[in-house]
């Protein structure tokens, strides 16, 4: 009877670990390829050879880049390099990618700089927010963009414990921002688990100086975020269930769901088109490819356009698809009058004119 009752545990653990095994491939969407899908005016950008995993650019068009970004078990062409934030001035002929001076006093040597969001105060002051991870921890670093010195002056290291797994940020205010966790938890053992059982645990949270809470949850696991061009709505990406979430945004900072775009590909960074408040986003075809490194078959590239995201039927189109010839594991893409910029987790950066 004891010998029954092991086996059928057994095979009942057995069946669940498949399951859960299948689940994940689907999630990753691990047998999904891309037909290409070509722009006519396009080049490698110089000088970002290990990611860019994050783009944000202010509305005179100086473009920020988040690179060298490291996590566990993620493939790195640059492993020992500590990352940076580069800068690029889409109002030249020629851009060119420069990176920013740090202000002293500023641990540069274990930067590791994943998202990142720009702030405008009402005297013009920049703030540039970005999720680091300095020695895999999690940190949210708040700095002042001095223009004239091209250079950035630290200005404050927040950590919380409702921020144990930060993946990108949406600032709303100079020490006021809402931030996804892609994980509940911090250790890399328990997130691998939480991401094969499929826990459904990460969440979005609101951080001020007066109050931090968690306005959103139950996510399988949150990654871009950003914010509608009237302020009234935040747009959360959800990159394993391949879905965006479009929340009302409350004067108490809450936030409550309004509709969910499903879609067929991993979805990471979301910009915002200035022009049109079009949503653009940085997908992943194949996650497995992402996660699991082989060149002679590397991740592809894929840029969505959705147009009307706040209606009944909103318009999807593919910008750029690539099978990982040119481009490889694209993560968010930015645009600035008919200038489209595409960076990766960690591979190179494609400048197009439209």
Known sequence: MGRLLALSLLGIALALLGERLLSLRNRLKASREVESVDLPNCHLIKGIEAGAEDIDILPNGLAFFSVGLKCPGLHSFAPDKPGGILMMDLNEENPRALELRVSRGFNLASFNPHGISTFIDSDDTVYLFVVNHPEFKNTVEIFKFEEEENSLLHLKTIKHELLPSVNDIIAVGPEHFYATNDHYFSDPFLKYLETYLNLHWTNV???????????????????GINISPDKKYIYVADILAHEIHVLEK????????????KLDTLVDNLSIDPSSGDVLVGCHPNGQKLFVYDPKNPPSSEVLRIQNILSEKPTVTTVYANNGSVLQGSSVASVYDKKLLIGTLYHRALYCEL
Request: charged share 15%; net charge negative; no cysteine.
């Open 205 to 223: 949270v609101y951080y001020s100086p007066n109050e931090v809470k968690v306005v959103a949850e139950g996510f399988d696991s949150a990654n």
């Open 250 to 261: 409350h004067p108490n900072m809450n936030l409550t769901q309004l509709k969910v775009l």
